[in-house]
């Protein structure tokens, strides 16, 4: 009998495309980046600067695998992962984390509503221009994405749960320290949406 390994269709919170077990709570488009039928072969890491978070499911819709001239489903293990690669909540299938999330955006960035190819602009500079960038410890809020010792990790309350690149779970758990500065993964924007109080699902909490 023939296994097949894990599809390359998992995200990893540095935004890498990776085949890993388990699919985990979300669903993700960044347009087309496989070619030909069934091949499960990804040739690009993004065909547009929309990033986006799905549900797996929503109205009965079946999504197509690696389907010629269809976008590649791609999957988070939850969506503190998915908003450390950069995506944020569809305005289709998650209407209102989305509208949470624009008002969030509102009120941390110019103060009147961003239009979504507006956001999707600058997420994609702070994707391209180095994801990483330094914050106080003691002013990260629960769901965003670390450098540590161990890998990336999502704080949550005075632990970091550190995320296992071969199982796409959460194994280890670290002290979070009291004082100093971070190396955060998640995007700037969001890392103020989500001090602003945006609800981040995080696996296992």
């Not at 890491?45 to 976008?71: G, M």
């Not at 992962?81 to 624009?102: D, K, M, S, W």
């Amino acid at each position: 009998m023939t296994t097949l390994r894990p599809a390359r269709n998992r995200v990893s919170p540095l935004g890498d495309i990776i085949a890993v077990p388990g699919r985990g709570a979300w669903l993700g488009n960044r347009g087309r980046l496989h070619e030909g039928r069934g091949t499960r072969d990804i040739v690009r890491n993004h065909q547009h600067k929309t990033w986006i978070i799905c549900a797996l499911s929503f109205r009965d819709r079946r999504v197509a695998q690696w389907e010629p001239l269809r976008y590649t489903p791609l999957f988070f293990l939850d969506e503190a992962v998915a908003l450390a690669a950069g995506h944020r909540p569809c305005a289709e299938c998650r209407r209102n984390a989305y509208n949470t999330y624009r008002t969030m955006w509102a009120d941390t960035h110019c103060g009147s509503m961003a239009y979504a190819k507006d956001m999707d602009a600058r997420l994609h500079g702070e994707r391209t221009g180095g994801t990483e960038h330094r914050a106080a410890w003691d002013s990260l809020p629960d769901g965003v994405f670390v450098v540590s010792e161990g890998g990336p990790a999502v704080v949550v309350g005075d632990q970091l749960a550190v995320w296992d690149t071969r199982d796409n779970i959460y194994r280890d758990k670290l002290s979070r320290p009291r004082t100093g500065t971070a190396l955060v993964i998640t995007p700037r924007s969001t890392l103020d949406i989500l001090r602003a109080g945006y609800p981040v699902q995080i696996a296992g909490y």
